[in-house]
Each structure stands twice: as structure tokens, then as C-alpha cells.
């Protein structure tokens, strides 16, 4: 089974290169789209929509990828901003679409305007018996036409508008969905510390990613390399809590986590990495990580 979807085929060819270009980073790195949302601090939701050219990646979150996947940032921002300025193009696209849909059918139905024109006429003497009523037709109809032409301007300064948002809110994490700020960790934001789901003992057991524990609020605190594993401590102060990550690992590979009595275990599926439930810790050097890989090599993280 592919790893990736198909990307849509009506995407810009400038989207699909870009996110071919994060695809290839991800690859590269072994890390699954579970370890990128942990690393980074946007949602594997977000991620998941990032890499499928559903959504394009805010410039936070693709700074914060060549961070983790050790790509080279200028290089990186340079390709999102052409990837940015051809969604910008599909959005505008998408609006005068709209807008000339709207205008043709103003034109096929009779203007509210033109209907109520006729009963002021006929309340209004006449002044001749035989030319009022064509005068009164044409002026109707000059009213009519100026005021569809107006209806028409309207909805370019309306277009023109949203292209001078999006150029204006290019640089901001809104800018994944042009014109229409994306808020929330569901769209990709990194979450506040009060939207953290746990804390302390209240974390034990508990999935890091699902609680808001890694991420952003996340620092890697210990590391060591077992055979071609890497194996690390992650621990947030925002939580009180630790787990263990194992990365460049192979299928039935475990990684533990411990901090004083508590433990947890976690092992490695079909992809090359594997993190652990949470465990509490009120202080980093409290938690130290052990991995054990399926050739028999085994090893442990410093004591803290």
C-alpha cells in the first residue's frame, strides 16, 4: 500500500510540487505523520491535510518541519511563498468564478428595481397621450442597465478586496486558508497552555499528542543511540510529564519510559517510529528512556 494519497489532480502545478517537496522531507526524515505533529506542534489532522494538498501549509509549520527534518529553512520559505501566491491565484479564481455565476443569474431574473418602476409610472399624470409611456420604458431601461452595471463593479471591488487581504495576511499562519483566518488546533495552530488536557499524575498513561503535552510545549532532554535507533527522553513542563520516543527504528523494536516507580511501554509497527504513553515527572532528569530492538541491541538514556 503507497504511503501517500494521490494528490488532487485540479491542484496548481506549484502546490504539488511543494507538497511533493514536504512529502520527500518526511521520507527522508522516517518519522510518521504522528512524530512530525508531536515535533512540531501542529495536529496530525493538520498535517494530514498539509501532505495531501487538501490545505497549504502556514509558513509556522513549515519552518518548524525544516527544523525537525534538518532541511534548510531559507530554501524552504522560498518555495512556500511561490506555493502561497499560486493558492492566493486559485482563491481569486474560485471568487470571480462565484461572482459571474452570481451576475447571470441577476441577468436571467427581472430586477426587484424594474418590477416596482411600473406601478410609480402609472400613478404619475401623463403629459402627452401618445409619448410618455416609450420615454418612461427607456428610462426604466437605462436605470435597469446602470443598475446591473453597478451590481458588476461592486463584485470586483469585492474580488480585488480579498486579493489585497491575502497579499496583506500572506506572511500569518492564517494565511494556510487565504482570506479566512484558520483558528484552533484543529486547522494547525499550535494550542495555548490551557487547552493541555492534563497534568502531573493526571498524565499517566495518557497519549502526549491527543493531550496537548508535546509539541510546542515539549523538549527533548536526553537522547542515545541504540544500533541504528535513536531513542529520547521528551518532557513538558507545562504537564509535568515524560515519555519516551524512538526513532530510524524497525517493526517490534520497544522504547520504555521511567520515572521513579511508573513505566510505560511502547513498540514499533509498520512505521519507524514509536512513542510512549506519559509518565509523570515534575523535573526532567526524573525520567530516563530505554529501547530494545528486535537484533538484541539494547541501551538506555543518561541518568538525569
Known sequence: MPRWKALPEELDPSLREFAARLRGLVDRSGLSPAAVADR???SRTSWERYLNGGLL???????????????????????????????????????MTMEA?????????????????????SRRP????????????????????????????GALLLVAGAVLLID??????????????SAGAGTGAPRSPS????????????????????????????????????VEVRWSATCGAAWARITRASAGDTVRIAAGSSEQEGAVGAEADAYTPMVAADQASDARACATLVSGATGCTAPG
Open 195 to 230: 487547552a493541555v488536557g492534563c497534568g502531573g499524575a493526571g498524565c499517566a498513561g495518557q497519549d502526549p499528542e491527543t493531550t496537548g503535552c508535546g509539541g510546542r510545549f515539549a523538549d527533548t532532554v536526553a537522547r542515545a543511540t541504540v544500533g541504528g535507533a535513536l
Open 40 to 42: 512540531t506542534g501542529y
Open 126 to 153: 401623463s403629459r402627452t397621450a401618445g409619448g410618455a409611456g416609450p420615454d418612461r420604458s427607456r428610462r426604466g431601461g437605462r436605470r435597469r442597465a446602470a443598475l446591473f452595471l453597478a451590481g458588476v463593479v
Open 101 to 121: 455565476i452570481r451576475a447571470s443569474r441577476a441577468r436571467a431574473t427581472p430586477g426587484e428595481a424594474g418590477v416596482a418602476a411600473a406601478p410609480v409610472a
Open 57 to 95: 501549509a502556514p509558513r509556522g509549520a513549515v519552518v518548524a518541519l525544516a527544523e525537525v527534518t534538518g532541511a534548510e529553512p531559507h530554501q524552504l520559505t522560498m518555495a512556500w511563498e511561490a506555493a502561497e501566491r499560486a493558492w492566493s491565484r486559485s482563491e481569486v479564481r474560485h471568487h
Open 168 to 181: 496583506l495576511g500572506g506572511d500569518d499562519d492564517a494565511g494556510a486558508v487565504p482570506a479566512a483566518p
